[in-house]
């Protein structure tokens, strides 16, 4: 697709995602697979309002600003990429965005993990409230159409889903335009599991008209439930999106890429593969695969950036986790206990006893190209207010200048 094919839209509201699907919700749930449903009468009737919807960007450019925050600093840009988890913790969030002494600055931000209508946020649209708080203009895409309220601990929230969506956003002090979303593949059948979804992952692109000159910007989550040749086919299918739009700019990718070194594409690869770790020394595993997955497990992902003419090696804090595992954490497990047995919790507490019971993962990244580091790119742990962590991901910051890619 050429830049050409995306022609320039007015800004556009929320009502661009309403639809009429969710009297259709526990029908649609009965399916046990993809394929099922596809062939059913009920998604034949339904699938032009589900496409619809799943092809729909909300793009809104009214940023008044944030009047706690610095004034742009036109010696730089700088990024902050973050899955906020839902945005769950959504007051925090706003909070930590506006007065954090890194973060305030952020003059975009790319944010994964964002719900509109679903009881677990309380029916919040999330990116517009972010938007508004900010006084950003931003872009938002659903990935899914959530027919049931979640899994672990969100099944068992109050209330019922209205627009029951899901996905991927950013926001950007400056002029967002080209806003559009990138289909990616499944990585596994998203009716098969307790949780069932409508969709797959989308990247959000977009062209900011910064004062340094113009950039591309993408918010991208890869799949968790998925192989490592899967996340770097996804990668690849961005990549050669980028590639194919015109006309080309300074290039920023960032996001959750789900670098967890595992095959989780079902749980028993996942198990297989935690015991492999275990064979080959835990502490090794969690000193040096973990917070370093592209020196082995995750190779091909962070070659297929490279091959493509994209750094990361530089754009990002080497070794640092961005996503803290513990032991005792009743939500990550809850999580986990939809689709890994019961049994498997003692094992991952003997092997994780001599660390402490905790492990970090360096899930989230920045790769780019005609970008500049400006300064050492940071993780900024911690974030947490009275109630607990804002989110299970820690964001990660970089200053960069983009350069001229004519």
């Known amino acids: 697709m050429s830049q050409a094919a995306l022609p320039e839209i007015d800004d556009d509201d929320a009502r661009a995602l309403d639809h009429s699907l969710a009297p259709h919700f526990d029908a649609l749930a009965r399916f046990d697979s993809t394929r099922a449903l596809r062939a059913s009468p009920l998604y034949a009737r339904l699938r032009p309002e589900i496409e619809r919807v799943l092809a729909g960007v909300v793009r809104e450019n009214s940023a008044v600003g944030n009047p706690g925050a610095p004034p742009p600093n036109h010696d730089f840009v700088r990024a902050t990429a973050w899955n906020i988890e839902r945005g769950k913790r959504l007051a925090g969030i ?6 954090h002494p890194v973060l305030r600055s952020s003059d975009v931000l790319l944010l994964t993990e964002l719900d509109y209508g679903m009881a677990r946020t309380g029916n919040r649209f999330v990116a517009r409230e972010i938007a508004e708080e900010l006084g950003m203009n931003y872009a938002f895409a659903p990935c899914y159409v959530a027919l049931n309220k979640g899994s672990g601990l969100e099944s068992r929230v109050e209330g019922e889903n209205t627009q029951a969506l899901h996905g991927n956003a950013l926001f950007s002090r400056f002029p967002v335009r080209r806003a559009h979303s990138l289909a990616l593949p499944n990585g596994k059948d998203k009716m098969s599991g307790k949780e069932k979804r409508l969709g797959s992952q989308r990247a959000v692109v977009a062209d900011v008209e910064h004062p340094l000159g113009a950039f591309r910007a993408v918010s991208l989550h890869l ?12 990668m690849r299918l961005v990549l050669e999106h980028v590639a194919s739009l015109g006309p080309q700019l300074p290039t920023l990718v960032g996001g959750d890429w789900n670098t967890t070194t595992y095959n989780s594409r079902r749980a028993t690869y996942a198990i297989l593969g935690y015991f492999r770790r275990v064979a080959m020394g835990v502490s090794r595993v969690v000193e040096q695969h973990y917070p370093h997955p592209d020196r082995w497990f995750e190779r091909r992902l962070f070659r297929e950036i490279e091959r493509r003419g994209f750094s990361y090696r530089e754009l990002n804090a080497a070794g640092a986790g961005t996503l803290h595992y513990d032991v005792t954490d009743v939500a990550t497990n809850s999580g986990m206990r939809d689709w890994v047995p019961g049994w498997c919790f003692p094992f991952i507490d003997w092997a994780l006893a001599q660390h402490g019971g905790r492990c970090s993962l360096k899930l989230d990244w920045f790769a780019g190209r005609g970008i500049e ?27 960069f200048v983009p350069k001229d890619e004519t």
Do not use: K
């Open 223 to 234: 799949d968790a439930h998925s192989t490592q040749a899967h996340r770097a086919l996804q």
């Open 373 to 399: 580091p400006a300064s050492e790119p940071r993780v900024v742990n911690d974030l947490r207010d009275d109630a607990g962590a804002l989110s299970d991901h820690d964001p990660i910051v970089l200053d």
């Open 94 to 99: 706003v909070s930590a965005l506006r007065s």
